[in-house]
């Protein structure tokens, strides 16, 4: 892992923790590794599902595990996950583990100018939990 990828894991890690002070995993890359395998574990089904090689209940186990997962990480409770709009979008073209849009513009508009730490978010303004960050730091390199 080159340093710039280092960096930007460290700084979106830092953005979850301070989003999410509840989180199990204090370390900030740890936390964001993790998360980035259940999103790629997560991939895998959602294309299946997609090439109609396997079913909306396999499926749909798959989203609830890794639903599960994410909030164990995070801290969330059932009740907080549904309460940021933490899902699964099931659509293999992007990133799978979102926040809803409006929880996330509103967070970033009260942390971004506080902190400097604002989530990332896709252009539909959903919250991205995991996302790739090697091709922020190939660019910024």
Avoid at 34 to 62: F, H, M, Q, S, W
Avoid at 84 to 107: H, Q, S, V
């Amino acid at each position: 892992m080159n340093a710039n990828t280092l960096k930007a894991i460290d700084r979106h890690g830092r953005s979850l923790l301070q989003a999410f002070p509840n989180a199990t995993e204090k370390n900030p890359v740890a936390l964001c590794k993790k998360l980035r395998r259940i999103e790629t574990a997560i991939a895998r089904p959602l294309t299946d599902y997609c090439n109609g090689t396997i079913g909306i209940e396999a499926v749909d186990n798959a989203t609830d595990a890794a639903l599960l997962r994410v909030r164990r990480l995070l801290g969330l409770t059932e009740a907080g996950a549904v309460a940021i709009g933490l899902f699964i979008n099931r659509d293999p073209r992007g990133y799978a583990i979102k926040l809803d849009d409006a929880w996330t513009r509103e967070y970033n508009s009260d942390k971004y100018t506080a902190e400097g730490l604002p989530l990332y978010r896709d252009w539909g303004g959903y919250g991205i939990i995991a996302p790739d960050l090697t091709v922020e730091s190939a660019v910024a390199a």
